[in-house]
């Protein structure tokens, strides 16, 4: 079984955005994680939440353990501060579970 996270983002400054991506991914799959799907949304139909979101992804994990580590991780947390911030207004849970491989 693996931990799987559908995250809906407020995107706001694409380059930050990407320096973001850019450095913690490498953070991400030293902890056996990676992105499942990536998907840029034009017209969101449908929403239990009032913020808004133009990114949706889906981010995989070992596990609930490993997926908090790596949210924890003070390197991953270095990267967060200094790119998430200035490129994403809000973010959306929409789903964590465990999943079949």
Same mark, same amino acid.
């Given at each position: 079984?693996?931990?799987?996270?559908?995250?809906?983002? =407020?995107?706001?400054?694409?380059?930050?955005?990407?320096?973001?991506?850019?450095?913690?991914?490498?953070?991400?799959? *030293?902890?056996?994680? *990676?992105?499942?799907?990536?998907?840029?949304?034009?017209?969101?139909?449908? *929403?239990?939440?009032?913020?808004?979101? =133009?990114?949706?992804?889906?981010?995989?994990?070992? $596990?609930?353990?490993?997926?908090?580590?790596?949210? $924890?991780?003070? =390197?991953?947390?270095?990267?967060?501060?200094?790119?998430?911030?200035? $490129?994403? $207004?809000?973010?959306?849970?929409?789903?964590?579970?465990?999943? *079949?491989?």
């Amino acid at each position: 079984m693996s931990f799987e996270r559908i995250m809906g983002l =407020n995107v706001t400054n694409d380059e930050d955005y990407q320096r973001y991506r850019e450095g913690m991914i490498p953070i991400l799959e *030293s902890f056996g994680g *990676s992105f499942g799907y990536d998907f840029t949304i034009a017209k969101v139909l449908k *929403s239990k939440t009032d913020q808004t979101i =133009n990114r949706v992804f889906t981010i995989d994990f070992p $596990s609930q353990e490993v997926m908090d580590r790596f949210f $924890s991780d003070p =390197n991953y947390l270095k990267v967060k501060d200094k790119y998430f911030s200035t $490129s994403v $207004s809000s973010v959306t849970l929409i789903s964590m579970h465990e999943k *079949s491989t």
